[in-house]
């Protein structure tokens, strides 16, 4: 895992003070690479690319980054992890290609110079990456299928600038930094900027499995769609209606392999375990594979263990697996007073545009690896997105299916539902499930994800909208993008809602806060349950085996998680990641948003209503509150023009 980072002349000049800006952008991306960090400038000073490295493979052979070429006519900066490189060095060693390293850095380097960006569909992994070809004088940018790694740029008249992260493109490009109001919008309604959007208005991310191409003897720029998900190629596998052994069997085959591959050989790691089926599965298959212990993980983020029904405790729940998994469990609080400095960090730290509660503790899971002598936090995120996982999607589907049955019944109450009058009744009597339910329709495709975070009347309350066009900006998630328009008449309306969260949520939200967090310690982050092909096939199931009988969601991981631990922990409730620290009364008051609020000016100086301060400090909703005040401190800096990055 590394940082990279590039400035790139548009006008046929050499870079403007290119030596001292490059190294500033990499001291704000130390943080992501700490054992290594070296630059390249071309011959001609049109190109200044940027690396640090943090050492997972090949950790013994001293290499340069950015990597170049034996031939020295290719150049590599490189964020991301291949965990199939060895069979596909053993592939281009066939070939005559000769390496120097063991690295998957060189694998990486020297299939996209011998065979083009075609190589990295053969690739099972992640990156962000540029690669330069001198004597073309070709500037390729990339991002993988799910988004698990970033790329941020800046583009003017005379030069383009990208980076892993945004704080080094504000730092070195002498710009006024505005906020993309459309980002803004968006952030509040999804917690994140729209896919290719920041919270700061002029800078860009690359969208995911897209590749930029810069041609600087022609001066010419172009976007392509490099990589796309393939779930139809397990169409004629459900086709064939597999029993249920067939089908879980199948899973249990694609997680094993998944999980068995990205365990580190080189350095240690450590794995969450919360007491839920994703992680609970992860660690199954961990302990299949791994010699020796597996070392686990779990965070209190409440002060009492929660709890539904007749449900093991969350707590007991995840002590119980690791008694039966045989793991090295660790425990730590994640509401001790060192977690305000972290909030006030990361909240003022918001110019992607992400607004999440959750991001903290993802930063706190990172940092006790990292006290733990770890450098790889494996996680199970994806299958909640996949499988129906979230209490909103599911309670969506039934009433889909209810309404369904009732044709004329179901149009008129989503007509009154979609009414002005109707969502301002639902919305005062909470009827939230109804509400969501509302907006999901399959022609065309929309529905409400699990991380929105309120409805039109909220923003409607908040922002003048004489002032500011909202067609478009609150559609950007919930939404399938048009290149899938083929596939869509094959899908169910679950399967609808996996794609959507594959291809809109899960790059630009999800794996967007949880690689900001963890990489904040220095840590790198593998999501055993985000290969492509395991990714592919959960979107493929149908709805029967993702609803079973409509009440049990995920219900091929229940299933799992039963033959492998047992019905206790198969049917326990959904508790969710964790309970964000500003809902804890202590440490909200020393966190004092509203303080922070109350001060801030830009709730004068944005479109907001002129009431927006008093319901941001008198809500109910927790939320707002949080995002209102991730807008307040990251504005301020803005306007300091402090993008200084410190790491605790």
Known sequence: MCGIAGIVSLNGKPIIDGGNRIHTMLKLLHHRGPDKQGVFFSPDGWVALGNTRLAIVDTITPFEVPMISWDGDAILTYNGEVFNYREERARLERQGIVFRTHSDTEVVLAALQKEGEQCLSR????????????????????????????????????????????????????????IDIRSLLSSFEFRSAPPGATLVKKIFRLQAGYHLTIELASQKMHMNRALKLHPEKWFDFFEKNPSETEILEQCDALIAASCQARIPMEVGYIATLSGGLDSTLMNVYLSRFKKGLVDTLHGRSTRAAPQKGDDVDEWMASRWISRHLNTRHFEFDMLDDSAVKLYQQQAANSFDGVFSEGLVNFYQLAMQAKQHQ??????????????????????????????????????????????????????????????????????????????SSGQYEVLRQLFDFNHVVIPHTLDSYGTIPSDYADLLSELDISQCMALSYATRSLPDYYNLRTDRAIMFASIELRLPMQTTDLVEFMIAVPAQWRFYSGRWSKYLFRKLVEKHVGTHIAYRHKYGFAYPGWMDIQLAKKLDLESTIQDSSIFNELPFKKNAKRFFLQTPHGHYRWMAYCLARSYERLKNRDFEVNVM
């Not at 790889?376 to 309670?395: C, H, K, M, T």
């Not at 009732?406 to 009154?416: L, M």
């Not at 909470?430 to 409400?448: C, E, G, M, Q, V």
Request: overall charge positive; glycine content about 6%; hydrophobic content about 40%.
């Open 123 to 178: 690739f099972d992994g992640f990156w962000g990456f540029a690669l330069y070809e001198i004597s073309k004088k070709r500037l390729l940018l990339g991002r993988d299928l799910l988004g698990k790694r970033h790329v941020f740029y800046y583009q003017n008249d005379h030069e383009f600038v990208f980076s892993s992260e945004i704080n080094p493109i504000l730092a070195v490009v002498k710009e006024s930094w505005d």
């Open 374 to 451: 770890k450098k790889v936090l494996l996680l199970s995120d994806g299958p909640d997105e996949f499988l129906g996982g979230y209490d909103r999607d599911i309670a969506a589907y039934r009433l889909e299916q209810r309404m369904s049955n009732e044709h004329w019944n179901g149009k008129i109450v989503r007509h009154f539902c979609r009414t002005a009058l109707g969502r301002k009744i639902l919305y005062k009597a909470k009827a939230k499930h109804l509400l969501n339910w509302s907006w999901l329709s399959k022609h065309p495709f929309y529905f409400k994800p699990a991380h």
